[in-house]
């Protein structure tokens, strides 16, 4: 079946700091791929996403990049805020099946 | 104006108690979800509504039912609530199609005491 696997947290940056959640998938055809965003007490919220290879989603200066050679969907952001101390989720949903979402990944951004 | 909304926002309640979370989305969406988070943040789907049919229910004790009124809400019963039903239960909705995101609500933590 379809899953998702995330590095594991918590991760503890420095603002400013260059920041990489790894995500790796594994699923048959082409899934669409999704970052969420959880902040502290709220629901997710999408951050980005790609629906085929080689696209990149990007949004708030967040961006990761489809590789099917790779199986892979990586989180990046080149200079971290403390507003971005979350939880990070990767997903995917792939044609008449369920969204499948990573465990999370938790950021915490020290000032 | 909010489009994924659920209430309570929290509830605590004593076990073997029977309790139910609304949720409702204004976003014309075709499906309605309902997952559980942990404690450790991760999420588990329950159940899914298209058109008002029931479409996935995950390995879910029965004494979990949703109810769906119409295509605007999915309701959560929960019947002879355990301690180990404590967590995050999140609604969501979506689209039609394979590409369209969920967008979810606040959450509800239930507390089992």
């Known amino acids: 079946g379809n899953s998702v696997t995330q590095m594991e947290g918590p991760v503890t940056l420095s603002e400013e700091a260059f920041l990489t959640i790894n995500c790796t998938y594994t699923?048959?055809?082409?899934?669409?791929l999704f970052w969420y965003v959880q902040y502290p007490g709220e629901g997710l919220q999408l951050l980005l996403k790609?629906?085929?290879?080689?696209d990149k989603g990007s949004n708030k200066g967040f961006e990761a990049t489809y590789r099917k050679e790779t199986t892979s969907f990586h989180l990046e952001k080149g200079s971290v805020q403390v507003s971005d101390s979350a939880v990070y989720f990767c997903?995917?949903?792939?044609?008449?099946?369920?969204?499948?979402f990573g465990p999370g990944t938790r950021l915490s951004v020290l000032p | 104006d909010t489009a994924v909304s659920q209430t309570p926002k929290y509830l605590v309640t004593q076990m073997g108690n029977d309790k139910s979370i609304k949720c409702e989305q204004n976003?014309?969406?075709?499906?309605m979800y309902w997952y559980k988070q942990d404690s450790k943040k991760f999420l588990k789907i329950m159940f899914s509504?298209?058109?008002?049919?029931?479409?996935i229910n995950e390995t879910v004790p029965n004494r979990f039912s949703p109810k769906s009124p119409d295509k605007a809400h999915l309701n959560l019963h929960i019947n002879s609530l355990e301690l180990g039903d404590s967590a995050v239960y999140f609604c969501?909705?979506?689209?039609?199609?394979?590409?369209?995101?969920?967008?979810f609500g606040p959450g509800t933590r239930l507390t089992v005491l």
């Open positions: 509504y298209n058109n008002k049919e029931l479409i």
């Open positions: 976003l014309g969406h075709d499906t």
């Open positions: 699923a048959t055809g082409y899934p669409s």
């Open positions: 969501a909705s979506s689209p039609s199609g394979r590409d369209h995101e969920q967008f």
């Open positions: 790609a629906t085929k290879a080689d």
């Open positions: 997903a995917l949903i792939n044609y008449g099946q369920n969204f499948v």
